[in-house]
């Protein structure tokens, strides 16, 4: 098991943790509807997904 032999600077460390950050979401716009919807989902406004009606949605 991997064991330290000497002490990490407080620069080495922040530096490392400074690539932990949170990436806003991909949101598109979908193509019948026009409301923004998440990538690879069926749009929650018209129930649309690759310009198909896969489900039931609010606008009906």
Do not use: F, I
Not at 19 to 38: D, H, I, Q, R
């Amino acid at each position: 098991m991997g064991v330290p032999k000497k002490r990490m600077s407080r620069q080495k460390r922040d530096q490392r943790r400074a690539n932990w950050k949170a990436t806003a979401p991909n949101v598109n716009t979908c193509t019948n509807c026009g409301a923004p919807v998440l990538s690879h989902r069926a749009c929650p406004a018209c129930g649309n997904y690759k310009g198909k009606a896969v489900m039931k949605g609010t606008e009906e």
